[in-house]
């Protein structure tokens, strides 16, 4: 039965939007402008009035997940609440959206965006550019390897529930393998990638550079003068 919405305007706002809710819930691979079109009740021939290509509109949709990352300075902030902050909202951003987390790969122009601002506030705040670039290093290892496997972690128990979404009914319920006496190990497996655990790492790299930078790292602070800042 054919859909009897109203539909809205065509705008590139809403086709971003509408892309990246198709691909949130179905994927990459079952992205495509023939979908879309459904999804906008438009002619996907339309969507070339705002986008040339297809591999133009996936890039914007990264874009705008990335545009969800808390990496904006907060005046005043010391380098380590920074730290936390930035680490945080990107992996709360990531978990949020999986199959677009997913389908990002390689050193997109997206991903550069972030990287530069994340750089730009460091060294605002005085941390000097060696300093930054073993901090960035670790922690982009750090990242793509623990966020990686939690998505995919967080799936894998998902089918074991048989496809019931992360936060269901059965959200804090103790997993049965996992609490069972004969193989604690599993306990362990299952407990390696969660907020305790990831928290844990970051003050690792926190206390690894307040040892390699001594009292300097005291006066690491965002400034409280906007115009002082070099972040856009």
């Known amino acids: 039965m054919a859909s ?25 691979e079952a992205f495509s402008l023939r979908a879309l079109g459904r999804r906008l009740q438009a002619s996907p021939m339309a969507l070339y009035t705002y986008f040339p290509s297809k591999d ?19 005046p005043g902030e010391r380098w380590d609440d920074t730290l936390r902050r930035t680490t945080a909202s990107i992996r709360a ?11 990002l790969s390689g050193w997109m122009p997206e991903a550069r965006q972030n990287t530069r601002r994340v750089y730009q506030i460091f060294r605002d705040q005085g941390m ?24 995919a972690q967080n799936e894998a128990i998902a089918a074991d529930r048989g496809g019931a979404p ?3 009914d059965d959200a ?31 003050e690792l790299v926190i206390e690894g550079i307040r040892q390699m930078a001594g009292p300097e790292e005291q006066t690491w602070r965002t400034p409280l003068d906007p115009r002082e800042w070099t972040w856009e």
Do not use: C
């Not at 590139?12 to 179905?26: G, M």
């Open 93 to 103: 951003v990531d978990l949020a959206h999986p199959n677009v987390y997913k389908a």
């Open 4 to 28: 009897t919405r109203t539909p809205q305007p065509l705008s590139r706002d809403l086709i971003v939007e509408q892309a990246f809710a198709l691909i949130d819930e179905a994927g990459l």
């Open 128 to 151: 000097p550019v060696e300093t930054f670039k073993i901090m960035w290093s670790t922690l982009e290892a750090f990242l793509v390897g623990f966020i990686h496997q939690e998505v």
């Open 166 to 168: 992360a936060g269901g």
């Open 172 to 202: 804090g319920q103790p997993d049965a393998d996992a609490v069972d006496p004969a193989r604690p190990w599993l306990a362990i497996a299952r407990s390696a990638y969660g907020d305790e655990s990831f928290s844990f790492g970051i």
């Open 56 to 74: 133009a509109l996936v890039d914007a949709v990264f874009a705008r997940m990335r545009d969800e990352y808390d990496n904006a300075p907060v």
